[in-house]
């Protein structure tokens, strides 16, 4: 059964669903509202947002065809399709990849992360809020913030095999929400203070990636490798390449700092 927030006539609108068009708004009034903050809304920049959106869709749900497939025991299009799920990880390549792609596509030069990082921010952590309602807990754990289910909670969570009533889980979804909040104020608040056009994307991602593999740990995730979850092993070279990303676009910058101070001398 999936849980639904409201109900239109006989219609049940999913709680998870809900939410996630709830952070693509917020998501778009942000971005909006920054794009007209620095006088660079467009109809070209509608375009990228767009391709971002549809490649975010595309990302989060093509992340998940592995474990589809693994667990299923007939695997269809139509099954994946309906019990397929979503992945945030992958919906963020997948908007990445889009926004590239549209940015090629119409020949848009400028630099677009600054806009997208607080605004992509924002709308996760409104998403989150649907996860953290619908999907199961954490691992178990002894901290004071554990949360407990009782029997009618975890009947309405989907495939929950590991909750048991009356023990305490993480609540690791929770988690992630504070941090992507923290992480949007903070966002704004480096905004101004970095040099580098689009490096602030870089920084947003880099950050979520160190948190989520970190926080993986006590999600409950099943492993795949090396005690890590397929999440995590996407994230090792993930987190690597945008080391190397932010540190490659850091280079002309201490380059020109350099030259300023050696011709001060």
């Known amino acids: 059964m999936v849980p639904t927030l409201v109900h239109v006539g006989r219609w049940g609108l999913p709680t998870h669903d809900v939410f996630t068009a709830l952070g693509v708004f917020v998501a778009f009034l942000v971005f909006v509202w920054e794009a007209r903050h620095r006088g660079r809304l467009d109809e070209r920049l509608a375009i990228v947002a767009a391709g971002c959106l549809l490649g975010a869709g595309l990302g989060a749900r093509a992340a998940f065809v592995w474990r589809y497939v693994s667990v299923a025991p007939a695997p269809t299009v139509q099954g994946f399709l309906v019990q397929g799920g979503k992945s945030v990880v992958g919906g963020l390549a997948g908007a990445y990849a889009g926004a590239v792609l549209a940015k090629r596509m119409i020949g848009y030069r400028e630099k677009t992360g600054d806009l997208f990082a607080p605004a992509v921010a924002s709308g996760m952590a409104v998403g989150r809020i649907g996860c953290f309602l619908t999907e199961a807990p954490g691992t178990p754990t002894t901290l004071p913030w554990g949360i407990r289910l009782n029997a009618t909670q975890i009947a309405s969570i989907p495939n929950c095999t590991r909750c048991v009533q009356g023990i305490a889980y993480h609540p690791s979804i929770l988690y ?26 870089t920084v947003f991602l880099l950050s979520y990636a160190i948190f989520r593999f970190g926080i993986e740990f006590v999600r409950g995730n099943p492993t795949m490798a090396f005690g890590l979850s397929g999440t995590q092993l996407f994230l090792v070279p993930s987190t690597v390449l945008l080391t190397a990303a932010l540190y490659r676009g850091r280079r002309p910058a201490r380059r020109a700092s350099s030259a300023m101070r050696e011709g001060s001398i």
Do not use: D, H, M, Y
């Not at 929400?177 to 994307?201: C, K, T």
């Open 176 to 201: 992630e929400i504070v941090f992507l909040l923290a992480l949007a104020v903070a966002l704004f608040w480096l905004r101004p203070r970095l040099s580098v056009p689009g490096e602030l994307f």
